[in-house]
């Protein structure tokens, strides 16, 4: 069992930077490949990146998101920089066992999500 805690969302302006963290509880948390996903207003939930051994990123984050892991912390981090106003979102990680893979519906476990909004 794999418990999953989001924070580091918030309010910034266009063009600015966030960073997003997923805590985990449990075990062998380095066997879990981890992904983030976003789900804004009205619109389906969509993936963002993922991490097992290397990250994997959507189009329309690549260059700009960066998916990185600390294992010892049991922890992964999601790194926003020239944020836009359509990445606001409420930001959801989710884990799973190795690979990682993009779609939602692979993953087992979820964290709670946080609030990215972005103005312009």
């Known amino acids: 069992q794999v418990q999953l805690v989001e924070s580091g969302g918030g309010l910034v302006q266009d063009g600015g930077s966030l960073r997003l963290s997923c805590a985990a509880s449990g075990r062998s948390f380095s066997r879990y490949a981890v992904g983030w996903f976003r789900q804004a207003p009205g619109k389906e939930r969509e993936f963002v990146a993922a991490?097992?051994?290397?990250?994997y990123y959507a189009e329309s984050v690549k260059g700009r998101f960066t998916i990185y892991r600390d294992n010892a912390k049991n922890t992964v981090y999601l790194q926003m920089n020239s944020l836009k106003p359509e990445d606001t979102a409420v930001y959801y990680c989710?884990?799973?066992?190795?690979?990682?893979?993009?779609?939602?519906?692979?993953?087992?476990?979820w964290g709670q999500g946080t609030q990215v909004t972005v103005s312009s």
């Open positions: 989710a884990a799973r066992a190795f690979p990682a893979t993009t779609s939602q519906n692979d993953y087992d476990y």
């Open positions: 991490i097992s051994w290397r990250g």
